[in-house]
């Protein structure tokens, strides 16, 4: 099982990034998918997940109304679209199948002016 996550940068606070995952290892569209972040000294937290179809999704309040999560079944993708970025988003980035214990190497999203 492995994770592969990229799309992450440097933003001015306002700005945009849409985050990519790309997962091998299992039957992709049998699974929930999951972005967590890390913040500096901060414990992992889980910021948005999609259900297997795309259709059930759920947001961590500090993410709704500006992040979307979506999946793309036919190519093994999980993404993150990220508006109106703020400096506390300022974090690593990684996806998950919560039913797997494995980690990818996660993408650094720093939001500053």
């Known amino acids: 099982v492995q994770f592969v996550e990229s799309g992450g940068g440097a933003v001015q606070p306002g700005g945009s990034l849409r985050l990519s995952c790309a997962a091998s290892g299992f039957t992709f569209s049998s699974y929930a998918m999951s972005w967590y972040r890390q913040a500096p000294g901060k414990k992992r937290e889980l910021v948005a997940t999609i259900g297997s179809t795309g259709r059930n999704i759920w947001y961590a309040d500090s993410a709704k109304g500006r992040f979307t999560i979506s999946r793309d079944n036919a190519k093994n993708m999980v993404y993150l679209q990220m508006n109106d970025l703020k400096p506390e988003d300022t974090a690593v980035y990684y996806c998950?199948?919560?039913?797997?214990?494995?980690w990818g190497q996660g993408t650094q999203v720093t939001v500053s002016s």
């Open positions: 998950r199948n919560p039913n797997f214990a494995s």
